[in-house]
């Protein structure tokens, strides 16, 4: 179990904007600026944060669908971020994604057969009859029949779709499947089933997960341990339970006080932050959350960068005056 | 019992749907609710439910000309507002109830500044205002839903706004003529958690400033119990349950209402967890049985029997008052039993 699988170092993914008459490079939209997670074999990891946050950039970027400006990707202990498509091919087969919109992500002309026989064909997989029976066999594990497979996707309702998406990510049993957002399109009773559905696949087939959500409430059901983004950096991880137990930096506070209860005699503490998130083309100098948390701190304080410390065995946060309540008392304590 | 004392709308026995080729689809079946005065009504269920219909419904934008409706009445003011001519209704809206969308950004006209489009309701609703006076008012609606710095924001176009404020923008518009009644079909979908707050906290606020009614339609069972007074609970076009959001959350009759609750990822659990599932999914609008709709999926253990039986196909389920003030479905199969 702790053997690492997945292992990124420093990653950073700017985006060049360019203007002007020889499109010079004027700003970077800095998507992820320097993010370090690893993952171990046969974990979930959450990874939330608000939209624009990066997060999904950071996903896209593990599978290799966007460049790295910097920093490295390491699978099963070598290095893929400088990989060429051809280097890449063995490893696509064992990194897979599972997206946000199952109609967007299927080809509506293609039957559900030759969507999930796609992977087999790429990868030489078997013959024809062997590839039915694997098809077959996927349609049965993701709970649609084999009766599935004659039909197109715009046949099926979101919940289903999000079925072919996951059969089609399982088809090759790849080690680790990256799922961006894979349940935020459906309503809360498909939801519950397509949670479920990940969680028995991920036992039987030993898979492991980078799940990307913005509903902390979904991300805690699923995961082991939960990493928080904010403008392109990683501000806070720990275990599932102790994030929400002993939540440390101001961000994700004030992320889970923010999630309605369904309870009417809730109370309601929330932490309010200040304005929106900033912009990520060319962000504040320094701790990005500063202008936006509760602690106000001078100008001059706000733009020096944090540092990340672990309080305790596997819970790190960004350290602040702006991002954690008494930073005296840890700053004295590290 | 007069109801129109206490209650700012009344929907009563609305049937609404949509004219297709193969005959009329029935998206409300007869849909019935009060908003009392000053409070906050709930609409909530899955996706094609009929929530948003209702809202269009009442607002008379049920799109032009397959959407219509059937049978009913929606009470407001004395007024039947199903029998209101068009120039009629152009009066009530915004006037006297107002409506906040889902995607902000589609409510909103990119190429006009929002000074612009917040003034169209004051032209509208005031012939003789001078473009100055709405202009004027427009900065008073802004700065009233808490956009900083609105004299500049009025003079800016929707794209240079971030989606909460833009729903500000939205909500100020919805607001800008003092309507009685509030109408929000879904207006914090779009918008990340920390921005939700936000907002619902915003509308909770001028609820409480200008004794408004608020009709707050949703998918989210958390934004329900932070927000809302009496709740309907729909399902396939019809009233699965209805109460106050204590009797919902609380006291649970109906089924769908319990098999919904234990669906939600909760935020207490002591970490990873399978979830409970409604099993099976909402059945098409085209072919919808006139018994109990959620009958196939609710796990009662005698299910069987009424499946088969002539009921479940001819006799639709009346709602019976199992408290005062709370309603459900009158059939034992999708009732909570045991």
Request: aromatic share 10%.
């Given at each position: 179990m702790s053997e690492k699988l997945l292992d990124v170092k420093d990653l950073k993914v700017h985006f060049p904007l360019r203007s002007g008459l020889f499109s010079r490079t004027v700003k970077h939209c800095k998507a992820v600026d320097g993010v370090s997670l690893s993952l171990k074999k046969g974990e979930t990891f959450g990874l939330v944060g608000e939209s624009g946050c990066g997060k999904s950039t950071l996903g896209k970027t593990i599978c290799r669908l966007i460049q790295p400006t910097a920093g490295e990707i390491h699978f099963q202990g070598a290095n893929i971020a400088g990989y060429d498509r051809k280097q890449m091919r063995p490893i696509r087969r064992d990194v897979q994604m599972v997206f946000q919109d199952p109609a967007e992500s299927l080809n509506a002309r293609h039957t559900v057969r030759e969507i999930l026989e796609e992977p087999f064909i790429i990868h030489g997989i078997g013959d024809a009859s062997a590839r039915r029976k694997k098809v077959d066999a996927l349609l049965d594990r993701v709970g649609l029949g084999k009766q599935a497979a004659g039909k197109y996707s715009f046949e099926f309702s979101g919940g289903q779709r999000q079925r072919i998406g996951i059969a089609r990510a399982i088809a090759l049993e790849p080690k680790l499947i990256i799922c961006d957002e894979p349940v935020s399109a459906l309503d809360v009773s498909v939801q519950s089933q397509i949670l479920n559905l990940l969680m028995e696949l991920q036992k039987d087939m030993g898979l492991t997960y980078l799940f990307i959500a913005h509903d902390l409430a979904v991300v805690k059901v699923i995961s082991d341990r939960i990493g928080v983004m904010y403008l392109g950096k990683m501000v806070e991880v720990a275990d599932g339970a102790e994030i929400f137990k002993n939540p440390i930096h101001e961000y994700t506070k004030a992320l889970i006080s923010a999630i309605p209860v369904p309870n009417p005699r809730a109370e309601k503490n929330r932490v309010m932050l200040r304005g929106d998130v900033p912009s990520p083309i060319d962000p504040p100098p320094g701790c990005a959350f500063a202008r936006r948390s509760p602690i106000k701190v001078s100008e001059e304080i706000a733009s020096q960068p944090g540092d990340y410390v672990e309080?305790?065995?596997?819970h790190w946060v960004e350290m602040h005056p702006a991002t954690v309540a008494d930073y005296d008392s840890y700053a004295a304590s590290s | 019992m007069d109801t129109a004392e206490i209650s700012a709308l009344s929907v009563r026995n609305l049937r609404a749907g949509f004219a297709t080729k193969d005959g009329v689809i029935v998206a409300v079946d007869d849909v019935s609710f009060d908003v009392p005065k000053g409070k906050t009504l709930g609409l909530v269920g899955e996706s094609g439910c009929g929530k948003s219909v209702t809202a269009l419904s009442i607002m008379r934008l049920l799109p032009n000309p397959t959407g219509r409706i059937i049978s009913g009445t929606i009470e407001h003011h004395g007024n039947n507002l199903v029998d209101l001519s068009i120039d009629e209704m152009r009066k009530v809206r915004g006037a006297q109830i107002g409506m906040v969308f889902q995607e902000p950004m589609t409510a909103l006209n990119p190429v006009h500044r929002i000074g612009q489009q917040l003034s169209e309701c004051f032209f509208l609703h005031?012939?003789?205002?001078t473009k100055k006076e709405a202009w004027d008012r427009s900065i008073e609606a802004l700065k009233r839903v808490g956009i900083p710095a609105p004299e500049t924001r009025v003079t800016e176009y929707p794209h240079q706004l971030s989606g909460g404020m833009r729903q500000r923008v939205v909500i100020a518009m919805a607001l800008a003529c003092d309507p009685g009644v509030l109408i929000c079909d879904e207006p914090t979908t779009a918008l990340d958690v920390t921005i939700q707050a936000q907002i619902l906290d915003l509308i909770g606020q001028l609820q409480a400033d200008l004794g408004m009614s608020v009709v707050m339609i949703t998918h989210d069972l958390g934004v329900i119990a932070e927000t809302c007074d009496e709740v309907v609970v729909m399902y396939a076009g019809r009233v699965a349950e209805k109460g106050t959001v204590f009797d919902i959350f609380e006291?649970?009759?109906h089924l769908y209402t319990t098999g919904l609750l234990s669906s939600i990822p909760k935020l207490e659990s002591p970490g990873k967890e399978r979830l409970s599932t409604i099993p099976g999914m909402v059945p098409s609008l085209a072919d919808m049985p006139m018994g109990a709709r959620f009958a196939p999926r609710s796990g009662h253990p005698k299910i069987g029997e009424y499946l088969e039986s002539a009921a479940f196909k001819e006799e639709r389920p009346e709602l019976a008052e199992v408290a005062p003030g709370h309603w459900v479905e009158d059939c034992e199969y999708v009732r909570v039993f045991g």
């Open positions: 309080v305790s065995p596997g | 005031f012939p003789n205002i006291k649970p009759q």
